[in-house]
């Protein structure tokens, strides 16, 4: 704890048993009040009792990641190397082969804590933020601010961020999974005492931080924050978890023991054939070791995690945040994305522009979309004095069925709540009327919030003594409420076919289209406001509200058609107002790719809902539910699917789906911890974003793999044909052991930071289900091994023949091989685009570190104890022109592989750059 408790602050904490108390004396006993602590009583509490939030994990320490490094099955085989190097007092290769396990750790540890720290500080710029009220008004806060006395309101999707009394509350339901491992959602309500001793999962007016609003409102005091909730009692059960590893790495590393052991058989013949030929056991012994963990990409796992690092990092400065590294991988597959409307194709400022009152034309409402400046004009220009009534009448329905809060303050006006609830308070502030001033005059009875599934939401008021209800929502679900219209004479029959014709003229329009309608009912004392009490409205008006497409939404869907990515909108909106969007974004051409909600609630069976999702771009009136079926439609269509969503209702579809979108701005807890990727900018164009950089990881990746399987395989061949041929072994072991440092060590890392080729949204996506080894990687390390192998080998025995000494002869070998792999790594950066149209800056540190392990290596030439024990000598600069003549043949032979691909027509990253 931090300073002195402040009077405020001074109270029994966590209050004792809060169940069994009444909400008066809760807050009596928090000091607090319905209006919540002031500013100043709030600062010092947080002062007093700390931030809340848990203890969190820590992550390994750098010595932990250290030792990591050497809790891997080749690095057991190196370290029995070592020992028996020491066993037969080969003092120099026990030195060098301790140098190569040290300074490999060192590497490994230094990519490891690197990527893990930038994988914990891109998780830190998610927040989770909550409503609270301060000095009687809303605002909103960073969840850790939270202190005892706080008065907090919640709603569907969000998670509970403190153990909370209930003061009152609306259909809420929560799940408590997480605390009682009951799966089906808690209904919970604020009235009766609770016996002290009731079990958690009973304590109905509490609800428990941790857990998420599964449906409706509610507000509550904050009774206990931090380590004092009950999730803080269970903090070290439920937080520390294992660490599940990507199924990319795990696939990795079994790849990696499947080569050791082919490895190790091939060691083991050529073992064999040396024990033939009378070499003396203990090389014989060490040979085999330094061939299997030379040939073995042992720095594939690091080399991984490092790939998928940048990557994140990339995609965090794309407005996309990695929760999973999954999704990195996954990216790179996907072929269809279905996509949120509000908020993501457009830039979620949903603005009244038009105003249609039955039987009449069209009213434009002028101004802003974020502030009441403007005005609200007929056709004929200002309204008439009964046109004035008819309008303050609608804009009452508007303000009084809305949860949404619109306020000037500090100089500024603040806004929050629904983007629908938002535009109607702005567009009735700019005729005169405010939300704070009618509910004055028509005190609230009751209310029913909206919900998806619902469409619509009510208001019950006292209006001159009598009871009046105000409704807005689809106008599909309250024309059915309602039995007369609004006129400026007063209310006449209802004239349904109208009222359909104005309100599709609107949405071919491009608007969204809103009902209002009022009423008088009789409510018992008894009786719970519902929807079966609004039967007899009279509908006043409709309100088409706009919200334009992002600029960059029609180029967005665009580069994913030439992607080979189908995209989809998925929207509550009308048919008709849907099918307009879609067209203006290029999406659709026919009303024919348009399917409704309805349609696929009639669909007979699976096969049925997989015939129409089969041609269909845009899916209006979807419900939340919809979106799940949508998705399991799509993947039996063979199709892998993100898709994107905010709400807790969305929760299931992004599960489903192989990737799941979170909208970091407007998306609810429940969604965001349920998704792969949350966008902290809720736009389209980061997900294409992020499917281009999931592209470039996943290239990234066979890069890798391709340079490290493919030198590996080279030298199985050299020392293949060397032995067949009955010659001397041309590599040492610790040779073949720098030979691995210079190329694993440097190179394959710094391939990993290979920025895209500019083409990744201009080729198809990969089969699902493709290997990583599919044909072309199989044609490219089979092609440049044997080329690699071959003539190391014929360099050998022609330096043997011509007469040069057996350590002059693998002095020479040793440095071909050293060349071609130099240049073998710019074969790598592409597997179609020729390396002479590759501008080696894009990738300084791939040239450098090329360079680097060159020179590394001429240096150990010249450096007497590691020429000692390397048995190597400097070479003549012509000598090594020579053998730099003899390693670009690995770069010829690529080049003609590439032409060859080219030619056929094939597609892959860089192919089109040509």
């Not at 004095?385 to 329905?397: S, Y």
Request: hydrophobic fraction near 45%; charged fraction near 20%; include cysteine.
């Amino acid at each position: 704890m931090n300073g002195k408790p402040s009077p405020a602050a001074a109270t029994a904490y966590p209050l004792p048993a809060p169940h069994a108390r009444p909400a008066g004396e809760i807050l009596a006993g928090l000091r607090s009040s319905p209006n919540g602590l002031s500013h100043a009583d709030a600062t010092a509490r947080l002062q007093h009792y700390g931030p809340n939030a848990l203890p969190a994990a820590e992550p390994p320490g750098i010595a932990r990641v250290f030792l990591h490094q050497f809790a891997s099955p080749l690095i057991y085989v190196l370290v029995a190397a070592a020992l028996v190097s020491l066993l037969i007092r080969e003092w120099s290769d026990a030195g060098f082969i301790c140098a190569v396990l040290l300074l490999n750790a060192i590497i490994g540890t230094a990519q490891e804590y690197s990527a893990q720290r930038a994988a914990t500080a891109l998780q830190q710029l998610v927040t989770t933020c909550s409503r609270v009220l301060r000095d009687g008004d809303t605002h909103e806060r960073n969840a850790e601010e939270l202190v005892p006395g706080d008065i907090v309101l919640l709603e569907s999707g969000e998670r509970v961020p403190a153990d909370m009394r209930l003061l009152a509350s609306h259909d809420l339901e929560v799940d408590e999974s997480l605390l009682t491992g009951e799966s089906v959602a808690v209904f919970k309500r604020v009235d009766g005492l609770l016996p002290v001793d009731s079990p958690l999962g009973d304590r109905v007016n509490m609800v428990f931080a941790g857990t998420l609003v599964s449906r409706g409102r509610a507000h509550g005091v904050v009774t206990s924050t931090a380590l004092s909730t009950e999730l803080g009692s269970i903090a070290s059960e439920v937080l520390v978890k294992p660490h599940t590893k990507a199924p990319l790495l795990v696939r990795m590393e079994r790849f990696t023991r499947r080569v050791a052991i082919l490895v190790g058989v091939a060691a083991l013949l050529m073992a064999t054939v040396a024990l033939g030929r009378g070499m003396p056991l203990d090389e014989i012994f060490l040979l085999a070791v330094a061939l299997a963990v030379s040939a073995i990409p042992e720095g594939l796992p690091v080399a991984l995690t490092v790939a998928l690092a940048i990557s994140m990092r990339r995609m965090a400065r794309r407005h996309v945040i990695v929760r999973r590294l999954l999704a990195v991988e996954a990216l790179g597959s996907c072929t269809f994305i279905a996509t949120d409307k509000t908020g993501t194709l457009t830039v979620n400022q949903l603005t009244a522009r038009r105003i249609v009152f039955p039987g009449h034309e069209p009213w434009e409402v002028t101004g802003s979309s974020q502030e009441p400046s403007g005005s609200i004009l007929t056709p004929r220009g200002t309204p008439l004095p009964d046109e004035e009534a008819l309008l303050g009448w609608l804009c009452q329905a508007a303000v009084l069925a809305n949860e949404g809060i619109l306020a000037h303050r500090d100089h500024g006006w603040t806004r929050h709540g629904d983007a629908v609830d938002v535009a109607l308070l702005v567009m009735a502030h700019k005729a005169g009327v405010t939300k704070v001033e009618t509910v004055n005059a028509m005190p609230e009875i009751a209310t029913i919030p909206f919900e998806s599934e619902r469409l619509f939401s009510a208001s019950l008021n006292k209006k001159d003594g009598e009871q009046q209800a105000f409704a807005k929502g689809a106008l599909e679900r309250l024309l059915p409420m309602c039995s007369t219209m609004a006129t400026p004479g007063g209310p006449v029959a209802l004239d349904r076919s109208m009222i359909e014709r104005q309100a599709q003229e609107l949405a071919l329009q491009g608007y969204r289209v809103l009902a209002l309608a009022a009423g008088g009912i009789e409510l018992g004392p008894q009786e719970v406001f519902s929807e079966e009490h609004l039967g007899q409205l009279t509908l006043i008006g409709l309100v088409g509200l706009m919200d334009p497409l992002r600029p960059e939404s029609k180029a967005a869907v665009a580069g994913c058609r030439a992607a080979g990515i189908r995209v989809a909108m998925l929207t509550g909106d009308h048919p008709a107002t849907a099918f307009a969007i879609a067209s203006e974004l290029e999406l659709v051409t026919s009303s024919a790719e348009v399917v409704t909600g309805p349609e696929l609630r009639q669909a007979a069976d699976a096969d049925a809902m997989d015939r129409l999702t089969e041609g269909a771009l845009v899916f209006a009136r979807v419900e939340p539910r919809q979106k799940l079926e949508i998705v399991q439609s799509l993947q039996r269509n063979g199709h892998f699917v993100a898709v994107s969503g905010d709400g807790a209702n969305d929760a299931p579809a992004l599960r489903a789906a192989q990737v799941g979108v979170a909208m970091g701005q407007s998306g609810t807890d429940v969604a965001r911890e349920t998704s792969d990727l949350i966008l902290t900018d809720d736009n389209f164009a980061s997900i294409v974003a992020g499917v281009e950089e999931g592209r470039i990881a996943y290239a990234n990746v066979r890069k890798v793999i391709f340079l490290l399987v493919s030198t590996g395989a080279a030298e199985l061949v050299l020392f293949t044909l060397a032995l067949l041929a009955g010659l001397p072994l041309p590599l040492l072991a610790v040779q073949l052991l720098w030979l691995n440092l210079v190329t694993n060590g440097i190179q394959d890392v710094a391939l990993a930071f290979e920025p895209g080729e500019g083409d990744e949204l201009r080729c198809p996506p990969r089969p699902p289900r493709e290997s990583i080894f599919n044909r072309l990687m199989i044609e490219r390390v089979v092609l440049s091994a044997l080329v690699i192998g071959s003539v190391a080998f014929v360099l050998f025995q022609w330096l043997l023949e011509r007469g040069f000494s057996l350590d002059e002869a693998r002095n020479g070998t040793l440095m071909l091989m050293v060349l071609f792999e130099n240049i073998h790594v710019f074969n790598s950066r592409s597997e179609s685009l020729s390396t002479f149209r590759h501008n080696p800056m894009r990738n300084p540190l791939l040239l450098f570190g090329t360079l680097a392990a060159q020179l590394i290596h001429i240096g150990a030439m010249y450096t007497p104890w590691i020429s000692t024990v390397l048995d190597i000598q400097p070479i003549t600069p012509q000598h090594w022109m020579e053998l730099l003549g003899l390693a670009l043949t690995v770069l010829v032979a690529m080049e003609l592989h590439k032409a060859i691909r080219r030619l056929a027509g094939k597609c892959s990253p860089g192919s089109l750059a040509d």
